[in-house]
């Protein structure tokens, strides 16, 4: 008899499965990563089988039978891949499990299929009829020319047809039965349809540098090795060519691909180079698709009739077989990091699923994260395809007290200014959103919070709103001070949407195009507005962080970081890394074309080593200088951090909750590891939050006592009034 082992798709924590359910004969085809139709308990539910198994300890009366299978199952390699992230995560078999099910299978919720399609084909007796010159009627005749005339032999979808001869369906069928056409029922595919934003390049010839990168790949590839690679090339080295060439080696041994990038905004650009190179075998998956979109793409990748899928993070769990090659592009970027349960990060994933498919995996990046510069092997782009020097990073120190020229220094008023006179296009990069930060009172020093989280609340002018950026939270701009009643309010600081004000008066008559979350809303999403800027003559891109990553345009003469340290000062041992990648990238971006370029980097920390490196464009200098820090302080990649975080509606509980957990956790952690906190972290959404921070050399053993510990919290009532999440590595 066989056995079924299903993992039901349920949100409870504390649930253990599989559960065996007993085979009936109709059911023959069902394997590992079929997704059935279960009876559990007085419910029904879907869940994955994990495994086949010849018996059971239950009794076989005590076995349900499962009650359908669906069309639509997983890989068996992608069951294995979601169960070993749910656990390396930190998170439940069933939610691991959701990472890879085919697009709508989800736990609830309505279920997607494949779309039929009436299609309408001229038989051999049509075409006589219509060379022939037999009886037939206007309608009937256009039919006949409209499908003699389409490409591809005669057969059209019924609906382009109707549009084409003018058809109904009545001719249709009167044709139909004359045997002059064949009516059918077919699959149709849908396809997302993407608008490439970015320049294209222009003739390839490679660099010496880009074959020898390029050589290392495809001979790896070529001897079916299990590799692991770090580009490190800086902006312009022309690192895309070099993935190309991998992967046109691994499709030409049929073996598939999977390219990550760190936006669904950059898979535009991506997605048309690759389509470019290799047509129809490249599909797309992001979450931005429509469910039938992104059904029948990920069929596309199931069936093999695509090999290689761009995507961001969660493509990582694409359905390609024989994977040969995976790409990380631009891996310094943290969105690689899942926000939700399972908190993965894609790249580690990625690794783990190379490796199991003896692929090649290539991070690549002009700004590599210190993990990857310690342990991966590196082939070096050093030098721009174009063959121009990185630009000039002139660092302006705004220490000084003179404030009238607000948040630009005086230096960049200039080359404002000159950009407007001469035309070309400027980068401007602000990562703060809004008109003001703060709002105070001028007579009593009263600020403006969120009443659900501490924090400040930020004033946005185009809907006269004070918000909170962590929870939504919104309330009218005030009038006057409730604690005083004074009305001389003060707006201190500035943000995207008050740059944009400022730039568009200092600019005129060129245009200013704003990208942070607020804009994309209003003018068309992201890729509008990048368009617009490309389209344009000349012109400034205003925007938070989006504006540094991965857009190619050639003939951006100036970038500005205004306020370079922001980055810096949150309290996180990444912060270096990021304002170090944040600064480098936007340089990068500028002087590429003919006119040159120009880097302008505002900060109140000049002396700090990111911010000085990142001005000598100096990767490898800074990186050896991080390590170092690292090492010192026991960070990744020296060692493994796990944060347990808890949140309750009551100050008290939150407190309870990290306490109970520290101790269970201080008896079941491997030797050497240490346990920090439970310390307070900012009030957000009305929740108090705690943190215990774990920093370990034996990620395994921490992760497993965790699991255990949060698990038996989860069974008994020790987490009444809180909830938990786990973070592995996080970011
Ligand atoms: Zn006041
Ligand atoms: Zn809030």
Not at 101 to 108: A, E, I, R, V, Y
């Given at each position: 008899m066989a056995i079924a082992k299903v993992e039901p798709l349920t949100t409870a924590r504390a649930l253990r499965g599989p559960f065996d359910y007993r085979l009936p004969e109709r059911m023959e085809g069902v394997g590992v990563g079929t997704v059935l139709r279960v009876p559990f308990g007085r419910r029904r539910v879907l869940g994955v089988v994990v495994e086949i198994a010849e018996r059971s300890e239950l009794p076989p009366e005590r076995l349900a039978e499962p009650l359908e299978a669906l069309e639509a199952g997983v890989p068996a390699e992608l069951v294995r891949l979601g169960l070993w992230t749910a656990r390396e995560y930190c998170s439940t078999p069933s939610r691991g499990l959701q990472l890879v099910?085919?697009?709508?299978?989800?736990?609830?919720g309505r279920r997607v299929g494949p779309r039929l399609e009436r299609r309408v084909a001229l038989t051999g007796a049509g075409r006589d009829a219509l060379a022939g010159g037999a009886r037939l009627g206007s309608r009937q005749r256009a039919v006949l020319e409209a499908l003699a005339e389409a490409n591809g032999g005669g057969d059209l979808p019924a609906r382009q047809l109707a549009v084409a001869s003018g058809s109904d369906s009545a001719t249709l069928r009167r044709l139909e039965s004359r045997g002059l056409v064949e009516l059918r029922q077919e699959r149709a595919l849908r396809r997302p349809r993407v608008a490439a934003v970015g320049d294209a390049p222009g003739a390839i010839r490679f660099t010496a540098e880009q074959e020898d990168a390029a050589a290392t790949i495809v001979g790896a590839i070529g001897r079916g090795e299990e590799r692991e690679l770090l580009v490190h090339g800086v902006t312009g080295s022309g690192k895309t060519e070099v993935y190309l060439r991998g992967a046109e080696a691994a499709l030409a041994r049929d073996r598939g691909a999977i390219v990550l990038v760190p936006e669904i905004a950059l898979t535009p650009q991506t997605l048309a180079r690759f389509r470019e190179r290799f047509g129809d075998v490249v599909a797309l998956l992001h979450s931005a698709l429509r469910e039938g979109e992104r059904y029948d793409e990920w069929e596309r990748l199931r069936s093999g009739a695509a090999r290689l899928c761009v995507g961001p993070r969660s493509a990582v769990f694409a359905p390609v077989s024989e994977l040969g090659l995976i790409v990380i592009d631009e891996e310094h970027d943290p969105s690689y990091k899942q926000e939700g349960d399972p908190r993965y990060d894609a790249r580690h994933v990625a690794r783990r699923r190379a490796a199991e498919a003896g692929a090649v995996l290539i991070a690549g990046s002009a700004t590599p994260r210190p993990e990857s510069w310690l342990e991966l092997p590196r082939l070096e782009l050093s030098r721009r395809v174009d063959g121009r020097e990185l630009p000039e990073v002139e660092v302006l120190d705004?220490?000084?007290?003179?404030?009238?020229?607000g948040p630009l220094h005086p230096a960049t008023r200039k080359a404002l200014e000159a950009l407007r006179a001469e035309g070309g296009k400027g980068i401007l990069l602000l990562n703060r959103r809004g008109w003001a930060p703060h709002l105070s009172c001028r007579s009593c020093g009263h600020t403006w919070g969120c009443p659900r989280c501490d924090v400040s609340l930020v004033v946005h002018r185009s809907t006269e709103r004070l918000t909170c950026h962590h929870c939504g939270h919104a309330e009218p701009v005030p009038d006057s001070c409730p604690e005083c009643g004074s009305v001389t309010l003060a707006r201190h600081g500035a943000g995207t949407e008050r740059l944009e004000s400022l730039l568009s008066g200092l600019l005129d008559p060129l245009p200013v195009f704003r990208l942070d979350s607020d804009s994309a809303g209003r003018g068309g999403g992201h890729p509008e507005i990048l368009a617009r800027f490309q389209d344009a003559e000349a012109g400034v891109l205003l925007g938070t962080q989006m504006v540094a990553k991965g857009h190619d345009f050639s003939d951006v003469v100036l970038s500005v970081v205004l306020d370079a340290d922001a980055a810096l000062r949150f309290p996180d041992f990444r912060a270096e890394e990021r304002a170090f990648a944040l600064i480098a990238q936007l340089a990068g971006?500028?002087?590429?074309?003919?006119?040159g370029g120009r880097v302008l980097v505002q900060t109140l920390a000049p002396d700090a080593p990111a911010i000085e490196a990142a001005a000598r464009h100096d990767a490898p200098g800074f990186l050896a200088g991080e390590l170092e820090r690292r090492r010192a302080l026991r960070y990744p990649p020296f060692a493994h951090l796990v944060r347990v975080e808890l949140a309750a509606g009551e100050a008290a509980d939150a407190d309870r909750v990290a306490g109970g957990l520290r101790s269970v956790l201080e008896g079941a952690l491997p030797e050497g590891s240490e346990l920090l906190g439970p310390a307070p972290r900012v009030r957000l959404r009305g929740r108090h939050r705690r943190q215990l921070l774990l920093k370990t050399g034996d990620r395994g053993a921490t992760v497993a006592a965790v699991r255990d510990a949060v698990e038996a919290a989860a069974r008994g009532r020790a987490l009444r009034g809180a909830a938990l999440s786990v973070d592995v590595d996080p970011q």
């Open positions: 099910l085919p697009p709508g299978t989800g736990s609830g705004m220490r000084g007290d003179d404030r009238r020229g971006r500028s002087g590429r074309g003919e006119a």
